[in-house]
């Protein structure tokens, strides 16, 4: 493990123990970021991404209404995909062995958001009846301007209060307790490319209720 990793786990695990998220809008030389950025627009253009749901609610409808991602997960199979899985798992086990959590696995998507598409307000997992504890987002769109929408707003518990307002561009990255904080993703007005991802602990028990998307 490099020193720059062990001071940015160090850095993760304070901020989730003070704030309960962190974010970081500088790029992490460690990440394959173009390689990623590459990959999704590629897995974009032979159409194999597809559209998300929530949780198990297949009524389509309904989903549209909330949110208009499209979505693929990532696979080992791929080496850019592989790179960042691999990280993410230094970054899960940096943060047990700081806090133990107890993450056990990990999981991740693509998602593309078209122009028009949003995500409203909502949280990744319900206290105590879910096995994800720690979401990731990663952003990978160059020279997000403010006026192009699909910023991320990230609210308090009671999701009445702003507490970030986050621009989509590349190498950002947000990290935050998925059963704390409500946040939703406002209407872009270009395309919009994203990983989305979980840390998960093993509690098999209540597994099947988490959206499968
Ligand atoms: O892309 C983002 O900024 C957040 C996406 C999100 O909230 C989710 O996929 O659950
Ligand atoms: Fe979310």
């Known amino acids: 493990m490099s020193d720059t990793c062990s001071a940015l786990y160090d850095t993760i695990a304070d901020a989730l123990v003070d704030q309960g998220y962190?974010?970081?809008s500088t790029a992490q030389p460690d990440l394959p970021t173009a390689a990623l950025q590459q990959r999704i627009q590629q897995l974009d253009a032979e159409d194999a991404m597809h559209r998300a749901g929530i949780g198990r609610d297949q009524d389509h409808q309904l989903n549209s209404n909330i949110r208009r991602d499209k979505i693929r997960w990532l696979r080992?199979?791929?080496?850019?995909?592989a790179a960042y899985l691999?990280?993410?798992?230094g970054l899960r086990q940096g943060i047990n062995r700081r806090l133990f959590m107890g993450l056990f696995d990990y999981e991740c998507h693509f998602?593309?958001?078209?122009?028009?598409?949003?995500?409203?307000?909502?949280?990744d997992a319900f206290k105590g009846r879910t096995n994800r504890v720690l979401t990731t987002v990663f952003y990978l769109n160059d020279?997000?301007?403010k006026d192009q929408g699909g910023e991320l707003l990230l609210y308090n518990d009671e999701g009445d209060h702003l507490l970030e307002q986050v621009l989509p561009?590349?190498?950002?990255l947000l990290v935050f307790l998925s059963d704390r904080f409500?946040?939703?993703v406002l209407p872009t007005q270009r395309d919009r490319y994203s990983i989305a991802g979980w840390f998960r602990v093993n509690n098999s028990?209540?597994?099947q209720i988490d959206p499968p998307t």
């Open 22 to 24: 962190y974010f970081t």
């Open 76 to 81: 080992h199979s791929n080496a850019a995909e």
């Open 86 to 89: 691999d990280w993410m798992d």
């Open 111 to 123: 998602a593309h958001y078209p122009v028009g598409a949003f995500y409203k307000q909502h949280l």
């Open 143 to 145: 020279h997000w301007q």
């Open 169 to 172: 561009e590349t190498g950002t």
């Open 182 to 184: 409500p946040h939703e």
């Open 205 to 207: 028990l209540n597994a």
